[in-house]
Structure formats: structure tokens, C-alpha cells
């Protein structure tokens, strides 16, 4: 039997990813700002020996010539761009960032 969960990319990888950032959650709470939830998961990643890099630089290229950086707030097992929000739900807004940040990283999930 064939499921979408064969079509997943890093399932496993994104599994501990979110369990990392649900004890997060249950453990601070809601109703604060992001960088407190962010500073929270490097510290469950380094419990669980996750590989993260926190705040790495990258180019933005236009047309070939840098232009800027970009610096997402974490990029785990060197695969996956962990953006911490505080919001409501997430918008078409939010999935065009994410697809600008997984541009930007030449990542894919």
C-alpha cells in the first residue's frame, strides 16, 4: 500500500523536529516572542543531539551579484529551514517566505 508518507521528504528527520518544537511549546507555553522559542529548541536539539546551525549567513543573488544576506533562524540536519513564528495560522504570506528561504538555502524542505 503506497501513502503520501512515502512522498515525504526527511520524514523522520521532520518527526524529531517537531517533537522538539511541541515540548518546546508545552514547556514555555504561548504568548511569548519568537527568539525565546528559538533559543529553546537549540537547547531540546543539543538534548537530543539534533544537528543544527543557528542564524547561518547566505547570499541573495540577483542576476549572479550579491545583493544581501539572508539568515534564517535555523537549518537542522543540514536539510531543513526551521523558521520560528508566533501566529495565528500560517498565510499564503508565510508559505512565500518559506519558499523564498528554501530558494535562498537551496534546500528542499
Wanted: net charge negative; with cysteine; aromatic share 10%.
Amino acid at each position: 500500500m503506497h501513502t503520501n508518507d512515502d512522498k515525504l521528504l526527511y520524514k523522520d528527520e521532520v518527526f524529531q523536529i517537531v517533537g522538539c518544537a511541541i515540548e518546546v511549546l508545552n514547556t514555555l507555553g504561548h504568548g511569548i516572542v519568537e527568539k525565546p522559542y528559538e533559543n529553546a529548541l537549540v537547547v531540546e536539539f543539543r538534548i537530543r543531539e539534533i544537528p543544527f546551525r543557528q542564524q547561518p549567513v547566505f547570499d541573495v543573488l540577483y542576476k549572479g551579484n550579491k545583493v544581501g544576506l539572508f539568515v534564517p533562524d535555523l537549518i537542522v540536519f543540514d536539510a531543513v529551514v526551521v523558521d520560528t513564528k508566533v501566529i495565528d495560522r500560517i498565510t499564503d504570506h508565510e508559505r512565500g517566505l518559506m519558499l523564498n528561504y528554501l530558494r535562498i538555502t537551496k534546500l528542499r524542505v
